[in-house]
């Protein structure tokens, strides 16, 4: 198996670090420490409100967590800038490309767009449910949270990155960085 081409990265680790930084701060000057996972919650909550409300009164965890919540508000502004924010910068950098399919991917299970969507989609429910269950999501417990120092938040830390490293060593068992 070859090795798989390495990017260039277009800044330095520790310009991202305080270009992420710079937006907690300001962030949580004029608004709120940063957070997402709960925004795709209160989507559902205000949604299901919307078709089947006595369904969605019937949830204590969605009636406390999308009553009387609207999609114009700073959480969702916030997360609908994830997406286009990338987006920009993929085409500001020439990086952009259309693929279901990442080339390490089909080194590995094979071409099929239908797998991988399949399997991408199971991960992230997954992803935003353990985050919900944890309490937060990797912006809330480790941008925000460690920046405030809870406990929590570095336990999730600690956590979250031994589960990546045990994941993608057995997704990728013959990969090793140099």
Do not use: N
């Not at 305080?18 to 957070?35: K, R």
């Not at 009636?63 to 609908?80: C, H, P, Q, R």
């Amino acid at each position: 198996m070859e090795p798989q081409a390495q990017v260039e990265p277009i800044m330095p680790w520790w310009a991202g670090g305080l270009g992420i930084g710079l937006i907690l701060l300001l962030a949580v000057a004029l608004v709120q420490p940063i957070g997402v996972s709960t925004q795709y919650v209160v989507l559902d909550g205000v949604l299901l409100h919307a078709v089947l409300p006595e369904v969605a009164d019937g949830s204590p965890y969605l009636k406390e967590t999308s009553k009387g919540w609207t999609l114009a508000t700073y959480e969702f502004v916030f997360v609908a800038g994830i997406p286009l924010g990338a987006f920009l910068a993929a085409m500001a950098t020439k990086r952009f490309s259309v693929g279901a399919v990442p080339s390490l991917w089909a080194q590995r299970f094979g071409p099929t767009p239908m797998r991988r969507l399949i399997w991408s989609f199971l991960g992230g429910f997954l992803l935003l449910f353990g985050a919900r269950f944890g309490g937060g999501c990797t912006s809330g417990h480790m941008i925000s949270g460690v920046s405030q120092l809870a406990v929590s938040s570095f336990l999730f830390s600690i956590a979250l990155f031994a589960g990546a490293i045990l994941t993608a060593r057995c997704l990728y068992p013959e990969q090793r960085t140099r």
